[in-house]
């Protein structure tokens, strides 16, 4: 279940998520966690990177997680699959 302070990336545009980190650190958060599984990954780290470079140069990169997560068989696949993901913690 995901926390007060997470933004879970998925198929919308990046500003979207870009528009949350920031809305998130302007209602007083002091940190926030970006986390994606699978093809998003590469779209988190384009979120963290606008919302560094162009719109909050004072907010780090704190800290950056990646693992892997098994999912189970369904319809479409007999077999369970291993699925990346990255959890990046930004902070002011």
Do not use: W
């Not at 990336?9 to 926030?32: D, Q, S, W």
């Not at 909050?56 to 699925?83: A, Y």
Request: with cysteine; charged share 25%; proline share 7%.
């Amino acid at each position: 279940m995901p926390e007060k302070n997470d933004v879970l990336i998925g198929r919308k545009p990046a500003m979207n998520y870009v528009l949350a980190c920031i809305t998130l650190f302007h209602g007083g958060a002091n940190e926030i966690n970006v986390k994606a599984r699978g093809r998003a990954i590469s779209h988190a780290v384009d979120v963290v990177e606008i919302v560094r470079r162009r719109f909050l140069p004072d907010v780090k990169v704190k800290n950056i997680d990646v693992g892997t997560e098994q999912m189970p068989p369904n319809e479409e696949r007999s077999t369970p699959t291993n699925v990346s993901t990255i959890e990046i913690t930004l902070g002011k």
